[in-house]
T-cell receptor, first 111, second 115 residues
Framework: GQNIDQPTEMTATEGAIVQINCTYQTSGFNGLFWYQQHAGEAPTFLSYNVLDGLEEKGRFSSFLSRSKGYSYLLLKELQMKDSASYLCAVRWGAAGNKLTFGGGTRVLVKP | EPEVTQTPSHQVTQMGQEVILRCVPISNHLYFYWYRQILGQKVEFLVSFYNNEISEKSEIFDDQFSVERPDGSNFTLKIRSTKLEDSAMYFC?????????????FGPGTRLTVT
């Protein structure tokens, strides 16, 4: 089966940096996604990692280590609108078309 | 910017009734998905669909569920005999899956309430 762990909640100050860790145990790993989800809304795509290393996209960066089953999402220059849940999701399956989500990390940005 | 659309936004039905949830994926995308999210819980994969057939499905996607692409634009999820525990937000998603375009874009969801 698939097992994905991420912290339940984190609090940070506006303008600061926050790192959200995700560890996974899965068979047939094909890649890892990070999504943002505001309460009552659909997940929105942030990043996708398939190879080891860091992917940077503006204020957001995502890192993957396949050998360690570990990823993190780095949010820089936090803004109030970044208060949301951040979902780690692993792509797997025979055709690589299954996506298993972690429980999400709720980030609260304080002024 | 192209987006995935879903109708209706909210569906209320009685236990045992059939419901059809509708989605219009992004027009040049090739893969389509359904997910559900029970209130306060994680997003769960139901099914993926490619080339007019199911590509993969989860244990949740049992015989009461079916998917269809009735025409060139719509993608539907049918629940034959709804149960109380089917109450959830149902998200449709699509992806291009061409030259690394694996990002799945989610629609706004249909909130299904079974009474």
């Amino acid at each position: 089966g698939q097992n994905i762990d991420q912290p339940t909640e984190m609090t940070a100050t506006e303008g600061a940096i926050v790192q959200i860790n995700c560890t996974y145990q899965t068979s047939g790993f094909n890649g890892l996604f990070w999504y943002q989800q505001h309460a009552g809304e659909a997940p929105t795509f942030l990043s996708y990692n398939v190879l080891d290393g860091l992917e940077e996209k503006g204020r957001f960066s995502s890192f993957l280590s396949r050998s360690k089953g570990y990823s993190y999402l780095l949010l820089k220059e936090l803004q109030m609108k970044d208060s949301a849940s951040y979902l780690c999701a692993v792509r797997w399956g025979a055709a690589g078309n299954k996506l298993t989500f972690g429980g999400g990390t709720r980030v609260l940005v304080k002024p | 910017e192209p987006e995935v659309t879903q109708t209706p936004s909210h569906q209320v039905t009685q236990m045992g009734q059939e419901v059809i949830l509708r989605c219009v994926p992004i027009s040049n995308h090739l893969y389509f998905y359904w997910y559900r999210q029970i209130l306060g819980q994680k997003v769960e994969f139901l099914v993926s669909f490619y080339n007019n057939e199911i590509s993969e499905k989860s244990e949740i996607f049992d015989d009461q569920f079916s998917v269809e692409r009735p025409d060139g634009s719509n993608f539907t999820l049918k629940i034959r005999s709804t149960k109380l525990e089917d109450s959830a937000m149902y998200f449709c998603a699509s992806s291009a899956l061409v030259t690394g375009g694996y990002e799945q874009y989610f629609g706004p969801g249909t909130r299904l309430t079974v009474t």
